[in-house]
């Protein structure tokens, strides 16, 4: 199975906005080459300098159940899935993740969360404060020193997924 996680965000940007943004952010940071374009990661996605393939897409109507909606209490209108390439090193491919979505963040509105199959979330923004992940495995220093906004450091999980 696919190591894979997903950026989950509530804003007014269309998806196509936000994949505009990705393609700039990886061009500055050199995480994406010239040729992948926004159109190529709202289609069929593209892959990275590592090989994690990055796709943008318009977020479906919700389950009452779903639990970004039950656990975070808000509704998603746009996700970023970043599935990590096989025979590559995981932590650089969630570096250059990270390198991808902070300054995403910086760049739009509204609520966002970060989570590797609704279990473990990396980073929750709710109402405009940042919260990341006490985990310093999760949160390197050289992850860390990417982040320029305000944050605190605090665990969050999502309780519907672990009930019966």
């Known amino acids: 199975m696919a190591i894979a996680y997903d950026l989950d965000c509530a804003t007014r940007l269309t998806a196509d906005e936000v994949a505009a943004h990705?393609?700039?952010?990886?061009?500055?940071?050199?995480?994406?080459?010239?040729?992948?374009?926004?159109?190529?990661?709202?289609?069929?996605?593209?892959?990275?300098?590592?090989?994690?393939?990055?796709?943008?897409?318009?977020?479906?109507?919700?389950?009452?159940?779903?639990?970004?909606?039950?656990?975070?209490?808000?509704?998603p209108t746009v996700g970023t899935v970043f599935r990590m390439a096989k025979g590559v090193e995981v932590s650089d491919q969630q570096d250059d993740m990270i390198r991808l979505v902070v300054p995403l963040l910086e760049r739009m509105d509204g609520d966002a969360v970060l989570h590797s199959d609704f279990e473990t979330i990396w980073l929750l923004r709710k109402k405009g404060e940042l919260s990341l992940n006490e985990?310093?495995?999760?949160?390197?220093?050289?992850?860390?020193?990417?982040?320029?906004?305000?944050?605190?450091?605090?665990?969050?999980?999502?309780?519907?997924?672990?009930?019966?």
């Open 22 to 75: 990705v393609r700039e952010i990886g061009r500055e940071t050199g995480v994406l080459d010239a040729s992948v374009t926004a159109e190529r990661l709202v289609g069929e996605g593209a892959a990275a300098r590592l090989g994690t393939w990055i796709r943008v897409v318009t977020s479906r109507a919700p389950q009452p159940w779903d639990p970004i909606v039950t656990d975070l209490a808000f509704t």
């Open 135 to 164: 985990d310093d495995d999760l949160w390197r220093p050289q992850r860390l020193a990417l982040v320029k906004q305000p944050y605190r450091r605090e665990t969050h999980i999502m309780e519907s997924v672990f009930s019966d």
